[in-house]
């Protein structure tokens, strides 16, 4: 994959399982290798915006070394030992403050890297050698909100800051099948397809307005955390720059793996 060196690309990552840290898979390998053709750009630091730090307010990392938080259950304990050391920048997250300005924006000392974050870190920048900060997400906006903060963000990516958004295009926990060839359910494939098209043909409006398809929405995302950092990559495009599907298929039959870069030529 050739990125267009003017800028950082912004990726979303469709996580999936957290085992996927530990896994190879073709998930994993589409990851490790974008990771690769993004090192070869030199990003000075990466701001994820992760489905896991849903929060009341926006609070934003600002400490030196973000701690690896292992925010699940009922995973073997070689999850639990994985630790992903990337140090943090408190210097970009003071940026970050003020690029969201006059929203008030926390200066966090207690949360760090969450699965959502080292998952997929742990795979495209394994030497963990690249600041990481994260941002939250404002559970109490509506999407237009989430949109409109990643175009605030977009200019980071003209100073080296790579903008990652980690959560799922499709995640309904309680109509997964446990196999894992199982098929996808119909409207997880109909939602993901469109969100796809969305990307693909430069329809945001398409994405910030995804309620409007109806019961397919409402299965697909049950709960916004996971649809809501994908806004954010959205937000963070120029205009008229491509989006390219790195991977995509359907686990479970109702968690969408769908990567997406922002920038990609």
């Known amino acids: 994959m050739n990125i267009n060196a003017t800028r950082m690309p912004a990726i979303f990552f469709g996580h999936g399982s957290p085992m996927n840290a530990l896994e190879d898979n073709r998930y994993t ?3 490790t290798q974008l990771g690769a053709s993004v090192a070869q750009l030199k990003p000075k630091a ?3 915006v992760s489905a896991h730090w849903y929060t009341r307010g926006i609070g934003v990392t600002a400490m030196a ?3 690896t938080i292992h925010d699940f259950g009922g995973f073997p304990q070689a999850l639990f030992d994985v630790r992903y050391p ?3 920048d408190p210097q970009l997250a003071a940026q970050v403050r003020d690029l969201l300005a006059p929203l008030s924006v926390t200066m966090d000392q207690s949360w760090g890297l969450d699965h959502g974050t ?3 870190l742990v795979k495209a920048f394994p030497n963990a050698d690249v600041p990481v900060i994260q941002l939250s997400i404002d559970a109490m906006q509506p999407a237009q909100f989430h949109f409109d903060l990643g175009r605030k963000l977009a200019v980071l990516r003209e100073q080296g ?3 990652v958004g980690s959560g799922d295009v499709v995640h309904n926990l309680r109509l997964m099948n446990r196999h894992q060839d199982a098929p996808p ?3 997880a494939e109909r939602f993901n397809d469109h969100v796809r098209e969305s990307l693909l043909s430069g329809d945001m409006q398409a994405l910030i307005d995804y309620a409007d398809q109806g019961q397919d929405a409402q299965l697909s995302v049950p709960t916004p955390e996971h649809y809501l950092p994908l806004l954010y990559i959205a937000g963070a495009r120029r205009e008229g720059e491509a989006v390219s599907i790195v991977v995509d298929g359907i686990d479970i039959g109702a968690i969408s793996m769908l990567t997406a870069v922002v920038g990609a030529v």
Do not use: C, R
């Open 29 to 31: 390998t589409a990851w």
């Open 46 to 48: 990466i701001l994820s």
């Open 65 to 67: 070394m973000p701690k």
């Open 86 to 88: 990337a140090p943090g």
């Open 118 to 120: 080292w998952s997929v």
């Open 161 to 163: 800051v790579l903008i």
């Open 185 to 187: 359910h119909d409207w």
